[in-house]
């Protein structure tokens, strides 16, 4: 009986303990979005928002404001009419949230593998399903995939321009050297452009070009820099006629990525380095006729965002697997402005 | 949760000492009996748990792991109900902690670990923690804690048929025959256990938080086990038999949808002991052949694996007695593995041998002094000369006992670490450290103890698979671990007539700390991954002539889930409780066992996102007929 009633009293003490929770206003929240991927299988993933205005911080966005967890592995994130959009990879799923205080708003499910998510119009999106070499078609009212359309191996980043829209074949668990054309009337493949090894990641300019970073290949060792490597590239094409316009092959063991323009669409910015998925941050005016020299910030990232409020640039810097990371700010000309802690893992940005 | 947790520390003492009032039983410290495989009072100084009858009884059908876990101070790590369950013994990792079965490591070569939810506690007679510089004793994964599991002779003749039914499908069934003879004793058994698994839970992972049926969770197990004592002309022989496979659908985590995942370990084990005790001398000869076959499957990513692994050893002991006061024991063991696994590339054997000596001197009455030493040849990594120093002494007749050791301790890479492809690195070091331990236990007037252990560990080279500059896993021997903590241990037996009590509770404190690591200062004094600081378990039976009451209480405070201790895991209690009824016929006895466990259906977690089960109701039957009595 004593012991009964010393695990009673043990109960109350512990359970009286409960976490205090932020409460966020009801208004639309504005500012910057850092996506952490948290550990694979783990459940860590998280949002960590940031008010430039204020200075505020907060960690794990989604999980205090929602009754359950975003999951692990979160991949990206894109902002489109007052809801957000965010992938999570190997909890095979996206989460829709609304901006206005980031309560969820529904799951977008049955995807093997999604990596990115790209609003083609109002009641229309398109997720890159990285393991089963598909873009996945989503009713945005529904949030039900209708359609898989079939793309090359390993599908990452997308752009739109006009009725096309542009899927990187990164490489998946091979390789590839693709673009693939979707029509967005039909949703079915126009067709299919030769690029460089493993493009990854793609924006569009000013000028409505395309510019397409291809990675590369470190090559079947599993180390960058090595004899085996083959260099990424830098290319421009004309939606107009999908035309490669121009190619910038990187030296010898470069791979870049994480390919991302200003507001503008005047400067573009990506990481390069030769492990193959972090680098320093590069940056280069779209009427450059060379690449970049040097880095404009000498520092090893594995995210990249440009404010477009600011046109501050970006870094996510991740100091080790199970633990925080860190956004660094720094001035369109590459002055360090501040770093600031964020979650496991931070991978990129959105802004709203 | 400060104040909380010195409050319930407070709470745990006091209760523990109002029913300190009487006292004691020798659970800490095991004289020499007779040759039986033990090693544990080679080398003073260190402190050992043997787990009792009457605990025994409340677990029937559990595994090694639940037994461990709610009446010792060890931490046992659950991956999931029925699933992966490591020792992480003071804060330290899966592959620290060795467990052997009658002298026979089990702790495999490719992995480094015993998965202690695969062993049944009914095959063993005996199950004893090992606390100190048990590195000299037990070999390589002994970093301060050892497991014994011992089969000792039959004394009875004994059939035995047990069967529980429980929650979610849980079916167990166990027969067992003992034969106790004279010069020839047998203990044979065979048992099945199958469980759907398919408890509902919360789940907090998903929108509105929905109660989920638990899926793809079967577990399957079927085993049988023999072990044979006899004796020709004063030549003792021992040998065992025990084959076992289990099949485990691998649930999917909380967070994910669905999993089709399924994890088969079939394993054979044999031994065969010869010992002959002479004037002043005990010879012995133990040879073992070990072969653990995994296989893995997971439908959805159409990956499969396979790991075949198999184990030869021979050991040659000499227990030499030159004199009354002094105890030499020495040993010399050689042993192969061969492990075939998929991603090794090719077969990779891997060789050593083991020298060891052992030495126990009296001083006087109840004062010992004593030391190890170990060194081990493998044609990989050179490893340290480990050795172990301690002594045993009584400070006040008996009632006041004094144990302390200092050894150094190391930890080979195991075979993944090496050879797995990607990732391996051949040239790790191996993990080497020092171990200190100092323990006070108090004998009660009768039938009780209280016992305070303090350690410290200071582990270099400590390994760890972390992503290399191309982000492809790949271990290292990154850090040096400092892990300092106390465990304190009460217990207290009380006979009224017909009345019997018991209670007997454990609190640890786990400091385990990086206390240097390479490029990443952020994570310099921080405790390592899911190790509780604070985890206490408490266990008391009322019984009245043949029938007994009982209750178990364990509690695991937060656990840090990232490296840097900014996310963790809320502390936890479970209770279980239940009944023992038994029924005495002639040579019949009838037992009925119906048990609750988590009485309070407390949601938790012990690893992210592994679903466990709530409240769960279990009945045991036994039926032992005892033919002769010896």
Not at chain 2, 47 to 66: C, G, N, P, W, Y
Not at chain 2, 349 to 363: A, T, V
Not at chain 2, 445 to 458: A, C, H, M, V
């Amino acid at each position: 009986m004593k012991h009964t009633l010393l695990f009673l009293m043990i109960s109350v003490i512990l359970f009286s303990c409960k976490k205090e929770k932020i409460e966020l206003p009801d208004t639309t929240l504005e500012g910057i979005f850092v996506i952490n991927e948290g550990n694979f299988q783990s459940g860590n993933g998280s949002i960590t928002f940031y008010e430039p205005s204020t200075g505020k911080i907060v960690d794990n966005l989604f999980n205090i404001n929602n009754s359950h967890s975003l999951g692990d592995v979160a991949l990206s994130m894109n902002i489109f009419n007052g809801f957000g959009y965010i992938v999570v990879n190997n909890s095979q799923k996206v989460e829709v949230v609304t901006m206005n205080n980031f309560k969820w708003a529904g799951t977008i499910g049955n995807l093997s593998s999604p990596r990115y998510f790209l609003p083609v119009n109002a009641v229309k999106g398109y997720i890159t399903d990285w393991i089963s070499n598909s873009v996945a078609v989503v009713n945005l009212n529904t949030y039900q995939v209708e359609k898989n359309i079939n793309t090359g191996n390993g599908p990452e980043q997308m752009a739109i321009a006009g009725n096309k829209v542009y899927v990187t074949n990164g490489g998946g668990f091979g390789d590839d050297s693709t673009i693939t054309v979707i029509n967005t009337f039909d949703d079915t493949v126009l067709k299919t452009l030769a690029v460089g090894r493993n493009p990854n990641s793609i924006a569009k300019d000013k000028n409505g070009n395309l510019w397409v970073i291809c990675n590369g290949d470190i090559g079947p060792d599993w180390i960058g820099g090595t004899a085996d490597d083959i260099a990424g590239e830098l290319l421009r094409i004309n939606p107009a006629n999908d035309s490669i316009e121009a190619r910038f092959p990187m030296s010898a063991f470069d791979h870049p990525m994480k390919l991302t323009i200003n507001s503008d669409g005047t400067q573009i910015y990506y990481l390069n380095g030769m492990s193959g998925f972090d680098g320093k941050i590069y940056a280069m005016d779209i009427t450059d006729n060379s690449l970049p020299a040097s880095p404009v910030i000498d520092k090893i990232f594995y995210g990249l965002g440009i404010d477009p409020v600011t046109n501050n640039i970006l870094g996510a810097y991740v100091p080790g697997f199970s633990q925080k990371g860190y956004m660094f700010r720094y001035t369109s000309t590459g002055n360090f402005i501040d770093s600031v802690q964020v979650g496991i893992i931070p991978n990129g940005f959105a802004f709203n | 949760m400060k104040k909380e947790q010195i409050l319930f520390l407070l709470l745990f003492f006091l209760t523990a000492l109002l029913y300190a009032q009487t006292e004691a039983d020798t659970i800490i410290y095991i004289p020499v009996v007779e040759f039986d495989g033990s090693k544990s009072d080679q080398i003073p100084g260190m402190v050992i748990f043997k787990i009792d009858s009457t605990v025994r009884l409340t677990h029937q059908f559990s595994s090694v792991a639940e037994i461990i876990s709610q009446h010792t101070p060890i931490n046992v790590r659950s991956y999931g109900n029925g699933l992966l369950a490591t020792i992480n013994a003071r804060g330290l990792g899966a592959n620290h902690t060795s467990v052997s079965w009658n002298g026979i490591p089990l702790n495999s070569a490719n992995l480094g670990l015993t998965d202690l939810s695969l062993l049944p506690s009914f095959l063993f007679d005996e199950i004893a923690v090992v606390s100190g510089g048990t590195g000299p004793v037990y070999g390589n994964n002994s970093m301060g804690v050892g497991i014994e599991l011992l089969n000792t002779k039959a004394k009875n003749t004994t059939l035995n048929i047990s069967g529980m039914n429980g929650s979610y499908g849980s079916v167990a069934k166990n027969i067992n025959f003992n034969y106790g003879g004279n010069k020839f004793q047998s203990s044979a058994g065979i048992y099945i256990y199958n469980s759907d698994n398919d408890f509902t839970y919360k789940n907090i992972a998903k929108p509105g938080n929905p109660l989920q049926k638990q899926k793809n969770a079967r577990q399957r197990q079927i085993g049988l086990a023999q072990i044979i004592h006899f004796n020709i002309k004063n030549n003792n022989f021992k040998t065992g038999l025990w084959y076992q496979t289990t099949e485990r659908e691998l649930p999917a985590l909380m967070i994910s949808d669905k999993s089709e995942e399924l994890q088969r370990d079939s394993s054979i084990r044999v031994f065969a002991e010869w010992s002959k005790i002479m004037k002043k001398i005990i010879l012995s000869n133990r040879i073992s052949y070990i072969n653990e076959f995994i296989f893995y499957d997971n439908f959805k990513n159409k990956l499969s694996g396979k790991s075949d692994v198999k184990n030869y050893r021979d050991e040659v002991e000499i227990k030499y007695f030159p004199f009354r006061k002094l105890t030499l024991n020495s040993s010399l063991s050689g042993d192969i593995s061969m492990a075939k696994i998929q991603e090794y590339k090719e077969l990779k054997e891997f060789s050593r041998m083991e020298i060891n000596i052992n030495s126990k001197y009296q001083i006087k009455n109840n004062l010992f002094i004593g030391g190890g030493l170990k060194k081990e040849f493998t044609r990989l990594s050179k490893s340290p000369l480990a050795f172990s120093v301690g002594l045993d002494s009584d400070i006040n007749e008996r009632k006041l006992l004094f144990a302390a050791n200092f050894s150094r301790i190391y930890t080979l890479p195991t075979l993944n670490d090496l050879y797995w492809k990607p990732g391996g690195n051949e040239d790790l070091k191996p993990e080497t450290g020092i171990n200190a331990q100092l323990n006070l236990t108090f004998n009660f007037i009768r039938d009780g103890f209280l016992s305070f252990t303090g350690y410290y560990n200071l582990i270099d080279d400590w390994i760890q698979w972390l992503p290399n500059s191309s982000g492809l896993f790949s271990p290292v021997n990154i850090k040096q671990v400092e892990s300092s903590g106390l465990e304190a241990a009460i217990k207290q037996n009380l006979t009224i007539q017909n009345w019997k009590f018991i209670i007997s509770g454990n609190y640890s404190f786990t400091k385990t700390i990086n206390k240097s690591i390479i490029n990443n200062k952020e994570l310099i004094n921080k405790q390592l991954l899911y190790v509780p600081l604070h985890s206490t378990n408490s266990y008391i039976l009322i019984s009245y002539k043949n029938v007994a009451i009982y209750s178990k209480l364990e509690f695991t405070g937060e656990r840090f889930t990232t490296a840097d201790n900014t996310y963790s895991l809320e502390p936890y209690f479970l209770m279980d409780s239940g009944t023992i009824i038994s029924y005495k016929h002639d040579i019949y006895q009838f037992t009925i066992k119906p048990e609750i466990r988590n009485i309070f259906d407390v949601s938790y977690q012990p690893i992210p996102w592994r679903a466990m089960p709530g409240r769960s109701y279990f009945l045991t039957i036994n039926l032992n007929l005892n033919f002769k009595q010896n």
